[in-house]
């Protein structure tokens, strides 16, 4: 099995181990995760993501994630996830953290499986069990580091200074990424970052791609008329998880100050998360009653598409991503971004087609977003430019 980097062209770095099939058989890879569907966030979309196209080329895969509330267990089971019993998470009650008597057993609890490949998609308890099953098997262990935690932990541990948390997270991406056969980043950003923090195991940059269905351009209209939102307003729009790191208040700074040139402007924000509770605090002290919009967590098939169908301008102030997938989401129905171009998103971003670089302060940023508003023929232009990009 050849992880190809995207950027250096073909072949594996040096260092890595190939995968090669035992005769007789498709290639089995067993992802450990210790998040996935219904919790919806990137990681979760990733996985389902390289998982489809694995099956495609003929990969067998299955998954162990934890079990959710409502989740039917026997129908996983047949389709290749393997749900373990969990428990919440301290801070962040919508995840779920796997029960460790479990996770220590998989090597007899999947006895009758012949794996080629342990592919670990989160660095909690899902790193160290996916790493002992590889090493007790041995076979090859590789990691996806989706998330920037150099830039995370301090907004849920508070108690801490945040150079210690800082030191913390790079310490631990080192030690647990130079622990593995290789890693695969989302951007060449973050593959930079790693190599920073001393991670000497061979990087593969793979982007987490779009299926052909994120092509497909929604109802506005019906968003708009569920959501009483007048067809001729200009909006804004933020979709992903309502946590601290996304800089959601940013963008209620900002749309606070674009008002005051386009009264007609509203920010539409879906998504749900720790977050939501402070940001409605923050949009009410604001005044922005008539100027925002919180739908929730919306489904993609439907709801979601439609969302997107009805903003003018995708607008995100995240400094935190390690891809920024959802702004390919929005460009691929042809929704122009205006986005700060940091670490991974900015890989998006700088091409500047179908998007906007937005600068790093509120006010600069509502000019910006004014200046998109006025310039329908400029938007109609970057429309199209984002769809071929997306594509791409």
């Not at 569907?37 to 990969?59: D, H, K, M």
Request: hydrophobic fraction near 45%; proline fraction near 7%; include cysteine.
């Amino acid at each position: 099995m050849s992880l190809r980097p995207t950027a250096s062209g073909p072949g594996l770095p040096a260092g890595t181990r190939a995968v090669t099939p035992r005769a007789g058989r498709p290639l089995h890879v067993l992802m450990v995760s210790d998040v996935y569907f219904p919790r919806i966030n990137g990681v979760s979309t990733s996985i389902q993501t390289f998982r489809a196209t694995l099956a495609a080329l003929g990969i067998r895969v299955t998954i162990v994630a934890p079990e959710y509330a409502g989740t039917d267990t026997v129908a996983d089971a047949a389709s290749g996830i393997v749900r373990l019993p969990s428990r919440t998470v301290p801070l962040d009650p919508e995840d779920r953290l796997m029960q460790w008597r479990l996770l220590s057993d998989l090597d007899r609890r999947l006895a009758s499986a012949d794996f080629d490949l342990i592919h670990v998609q989160t660095p909690f308890a899902a790193h160290y069990a996916g790493l002992r099953l590889a090493r007790a098997r041995g076979i090859p262990c590789v990691a996806t580091y989706h998330t920037h935690f150099e830039e995370y932990l301090f907004h849920y541990i508070r108690l801490l200074p945040k150079s210690a948390l800082r030191s913390a997270a790079r310490w631990l991406a080192r030690h647990q990424c130079n622990a593995l056969d290789a890693v695969v980043v989302p951007s060449q950003p973050m593959a930079a970052t790693l190599r920073d923090y001393g991670v000497d195991t061979p990087l593969h940059v793979i982007p987490t791609g779009l299926p052909e269905s994120q092509f497909v351009r929604g109802d506005g209209g019906k968003f708009r008329q569920t959501w009483g939102i007048a067809p001729d307003r200009k909006v804004a729009l933020f979709v992903g998880r309502a946590a601290f790191e996304k800089n959601i208040g940013f963008l209620l700074e900002m749309i606070a100050l674009a008002r005051r040139q386009r009264p007609d402007l509203m920010l539409v924000i879906a998504g749900e998360g720790p977050a939501l509770p402070a940001l409605r605090r923050q949009a009410a002290a604001l005044r922005l009653d008539d100027h925002v919009r919180f739908v929730g967590y919306l489904p993609r098939e439907g709801g979601l598409r439609d969302c997107y169908a009805a903003a003018d301008v995708f607008t995100f102030a995240s400094q935190t991503e390690t891809q920024g997938l959802v702004l390919l989401e929005a460009m691929a129905i042809g929704l122009p971004v205006l986005a700060i171009p940091a670490l991974g998103a900015a890989e998006i971003i700088l091409p500047r087609r179908g998007a906007v670089a937005a600068a790093d302060t509120p006010d600069a940023f509502a000019a910006q977003l004014v200046t998109l508003i006025d310039r329908p023929g400029k938007l109609a232009a970057m429309a199209d430019e984002a769809i071929a990009f997306a594509r791409e």
